[in-house]
């Protein structure tokens, strides 16, 4: 099942001091931009008296101004002003010379509706003469009932200008019967895959969703096409599902969505040969794990490096410089010049940054399952060792100064405030966030969070969830009742059904491929076990968490 690939070792001589808690504003300033400096610049304006001129200063220099770090600087320094909105000198009569962003400001409903018929016609034949995309909203106007207009000639401009303006946007959706010709066009707006997956996956809208089985298969994107192939599932059109489908898994980008697909296929059709098909996938995922055990004796082949060389001197995998630097240079780095680079990382505690660097090189064709630094794992549970590398391998690839867009940490992505918890439980005197950055630290607190999870939850699948998404959204899924039920009304399609129905959209993509690292780690610890035997059991209460009312189910 193991497939062990050695290359020889090169040094790679790369330096640079960690810093170890908060930095001073003179490094901070000379430091390179990015995510790392970032996070640097954000425990510095946090945890520090920093001055505001050295923040004003600062805040020109941040890589991402989004999220905790736009939120901090705004409250300390004032939200940054925008310049004179440039919209503001264009009015009625010179719309025409106006931008699409300013027009649409200009263009609102209340104004329209406000303009006289003459003046209306104006504007009208200004936007003509402009070829605006906002000449059939105007036009709207001039009809007994505007919306239905809009929805007839399949204009999304008018439809969405109506949907964002209504109070109770689900009773809007549901009120309005929505052309095919409108669904075709709003295939690419903006807002429509929001709102359909809204729809879908909180099995709400019932009537604007029956209007999406009338869609054409082959007018959809495959992401879409996938998402009205669950709404036929849900509406019992398992007929039409199949054509969704089928679209979904010949326009989807990669592997794993494909498999995906061609399953839903199989489950409704029963067609083996599908299943065989699955089991050929490129990707290791659930689907083509689950379709080996029913139709393929090949082994799975992956690459489980082992190296004997300890250590690549004078390289600090504990500063995330270092592995920004590094991960910039593989980014604009040739093809053919990856696999020689990567060789130069062929040591134990380069395990992460060597995986990430081979799976470029061969185009992810070869999977990668390195198990670096077991040496600090803390447990001789093989169950738990496999978990904890399962995780592992999805947060960070084992890269251990990983830092996160929401500056989750390390090789485990433990959140700064979660990391300091568990310090403080663990009696850790000294403990500075950056710590996270340390091997042995990130297992540690791993186990310690695992140990508090598996009080309640039993299932990988599950705990997957809860890691990532928070045992209490994981508590709230599962409550509901709906999802995970093998006596529901969609019982003959579980747990797969509720797997694509999981609400919190990154913990349905991160949870699925956790399972699919669990079972491959599992192997290669000597410990093969069958992917069916979790998905049973997430539909029986007592053997998957401890939430559920086991006499309901």
Same mark, same amino acid.
């Given at each position: 099942m193991l497939l062990l690939i050695k290359f020889s070792l090169f040094l790679l001589f790369l330096a640079m001091p960690l810093w170890a808690g908060v930095p001073s504003y003179e490094k901070l300033k000379s430091s390179p931009k990015g995510l790392v400096k970032d996070y640097y610049i954000y425990r510095f304006a946090k945890e520090s008296k920093a001055s505001k001129a050295e923040l004003k200063k600062l805040r020109t220099q941040i890589y991402r101004y989004q999220g905790s770090i736009k939120t901090l600087f705004d409250n300390k320094l004032g939200a940054i002003q925008k310049s004179i909105n440039k919209c503001s000198k264009y009015n009625l009569s010179n719309i025409d010379k106006a931008d699409e962003m300013c027009q649409n400001m200009l263009l609102s409903i209340n104004f329209v509706k406000s303009l006289n018929p003459t003046q209306r016609a104006d504007l009208f034949e200004r936007l003509k003469m402009a070829n605006s995309k906002f000449l059939n909203f105007v036009q709207g106007f001039s009809k007994d009932d505007p919306l239905a207009y809009y929805i007839k000639i399949g204009d999304t401009t008018g439809y969405f200008k109506y949907y964002f303006n209504a109070k109770d946007k689900d009773e809007f959706l549901n009120r309005y019967k929505l052309s095919q010709k409108l669904i075709a066009n709003s295939i690419n707006h903006w807002q429509f895959k929001s709102i359909v997956q809204e729809s879908i996956i909180g099995k709400k809208n019932e009537k604007f969703r029956r209007v999406l089985l009338e869609a054409n298969p082959n007018s959809l994107s495959g992401d879409m096409a996938f998402l009205f192939g669950l709404n036929a599932i849900l509406l019992y059109e398992d007929e039409k599902a199949v054509k969704f489908f089928e679209v979904a898994a010949k326009r989807s980008k990669f592997a794993s969505n494909k498999d995906n697909a061609n399953f839903w296929i199989y489950l409704i059709t029963k067609d083996k040969e599908l299943l065989k098909s699955i089991a050929n996938s490129a990707d290791i995922n659930i689907y083509s794990l689950f379709a080996r055990e029913f139709s393929s004796d090949e082994k799975i082949k992956i690459a489980v490096p082992k190296p004997s060389t300890k250590e690549l001197l004078k390289y600090d995998y504990t500063d995330p410089f270092t592995w920004q630097r590094t991960r910039e240079k593989v980014a604009n780095m040739p093809s053919s010049e990856l696999i020689s680079y990567a060789s130069r990382f062929y040591t134990q505690s380069t395990l992460g940054e060597y995986s990430y660097i081979m799976e470029r090189a061969h185009n992810h064709k070869i999977h990668f399952y390195p198990m670096p630094f077991m040496e600090y794992i803390g447990t001789d549970d093989v169950k738990r060792q496999a978990l904890i590398l399962a995780l592992a391998r999805q947060e960070s690839r084992f890269v251990p100064s990983a830092i996160s867009t929401s500056y989750a940490l390390g090789m485990m992505q433990f959140m700064p405030f979660l990391a300091i918890d568990i310090a403080a439980k663990l009696g850790m005197s000294g403990f500075d966030i950056d710590d996270m950055f340390k091997p042995q630290?990130?297992?540690?607190?791993?186990?310690?969070? =695992? #140990?508090? =999870?598996?009080?309640?939850?039993? /299932?990988?699948?599950?705990?997957?969830?809860?890691? /990532?998404?928070?045992?209490?959204?994981?508590?709230?899924?599962? =409550?509901?009742?709906?999802?995970? /039920?093998?006596?529901?009304?969609?019982?003959?399609?579980?747990?797969?059904?509720?797997?694509?129905?999981?609400?919190?959209?990154?913990?349905?993509?991160?949870?699925?491929?956790?399972?699919? /690292?669990?079972?491959?780690?599992?192997?290669? =610890?000597?410990?093969?076990?069958?992917?069916?035997?979790?998905? #049973?059991?997430?539909?029986?209460?007592?053997?998957s968490d401890g939430f559920r009312d086991k006499l309901s189910f």
């Open positions: 630290i990130a297992y540690k607190f791993a186990n310690f969070h =695992l #140990d508090y =999870l598996e009080k309640y939850l039993y /299932n990988p699948l599950f705990i997957a969830y809860a890691y /990532n998404g928070g045992i209490g959204f994981t508590k709230r899924m599962l =409550l509901r009742g709906d999802l995970f /039920n093998r006596k529901g009304e969609y019982s003959k399609y579980e747990p797969f059904l509720s797997m694509d129905l999981v609400p919190y959209a990154e913990s349905r993509i991160y949870g699925k491929k956790v399972l699919a /690292n669990y079972i491959i780690y599992l192997a290669a =610890l000597g410990k093969s076990t069958k992917i069916s035997h979790f998905f #049973d059991a997430t539909l029986i209460p007592e053997l």
